[in-house]
């Protein structure tokens, strides 16, 4: 596995002043592109996107194994490497979505002193609902049948069909349909990387108690039309984690950062500026 730094126009540092510096990392099948919007909503702020799902990188050459063993631990000590080679708590705030969401809110609880904040938009910390409560045991048999039925599509070779089942249950029944030709097959090859990540989300040992012990300010983005699975992983990180906040934005799903990318972009904004105003090291 490999981490890579996507390049982007930083403006000009202002003498004297910290760059707020934003790592974001994205989610399953989605390349840095998806955060275009947020970025042009952080205005004066120096931007940086890592990306930390390997498969993207390694797909574009057609290298994608059958069998991607990864965790979110490890893929979490990659963006706390890369945020460490830029310095200061103070400068550096952490944003994930989807799969980068839940190896943000790893690379959080692993890293608590480095990041000034956290923001996760439509976290799949699927381990999260390996608890008693009958509720989150049904929501994780949910998570766990689309991953097996993904997984053996992959297994059989059937590419487009797992990634027409993967998108369907993220973007609502038919999106695969409207999707064109170019964006099927893009995601098709991404599948093998997909079902690693999925199974990375499902596996970790991280549980809601121990994420009282973050104490990272942090935002919990999420959507109203986004699955059930979704949006109760975001209740267990709001009710178990005490610096995190909610915020609900209305007609959004999974895919926010696409479809209300500029309004996701103001509240991270707006998220940063109250965490940095009471950092005096940030002023």
């Known amino acids: 596995m490999s ?16 760059a707020r510096r934003v790592v974001a990392v994205q989610g399953s099948g989605a390349t840095p592109r998806i955060f275009e919007k947020i970025e042009r909503e952080l205005e004066g702020a120096r931007v940086s996107f890592v990306h930390a799902s390997v498969g993207w990188m390694r797909s574009r ?3 994608v194994p059958q069998a991607a063993p990864m965790s979110l631990e490890a893929e979490a000590r990659r963006v706390i490497a890369q945020a460490r080679c830029w310095g200061g708590r103070s400068t550096t705030h ?11 809110l790893r690379a959080a609880h692993d890293a608590p002193d480095l990041f000034s904040s956290v923001t996760l938009i439509e976290p799949v910390s699927f381990h999260l609902l390996r608890n ?13 049948a689309l991953a097996n039925d993904v997984g053996s599509r992959v297994a059989s070779g059937d590419m487009a069909m797992a990634a027409a089942r993967f998108c369907d249950y993220w973007n609502g029944r038919c999106s695969w349909g409207v999707m064109s030709d170019r964006r099927r097959d893009a995601l098709s090859a991404r599948m093998p990387m997909v079902v690693g990540e999925f199974w990375a989300t499902m596996q970790d040992a ?10 990272t300010p942090a935002l919990i983005l999420t959507g109203s039309h986004t699955p059930a699975t979704t949006r109760r992983i975001a209740e267990l ?3 178990n984690m005490p610096t995190a906040m909610p915020a609900n934005l209305r007609h959004a799903g999974h895919m926010l950062p696409l ?23 940030a002023a």
Request: aromatic content about 4%; overall charge positive; charged content about 20%.
């Open 206 to 215: 991280l549980r809601p108690k121990d994420l009282q012990r973050i104490p």
């Open 3 to 18: 981490l890579k730094h996507w390049p982007v126009h930083l403006p000009p540092a202002t003498t004297g002043i910290p």
């Open 132 to 144: 008693r409560a009958l509720r989150d045991r049904r929501l994780f048999g949910e998570a766990a």
């Open 259 to 281: 479809t209300h990318g500029e309004l996701a972009g103001r509240h991270i904004a707006r998220h940063i500026a109250v965490v940095d105003s009471l950092n005096p090291q």
């Open 237 to 239: 990180i709001v009710g």
């Open 61 to 63: 050459g057609g290298d």
């Open 94 to 104: 952490l944003v994930g979505h989807s799969f980068g969401a839940a190896v943000a």
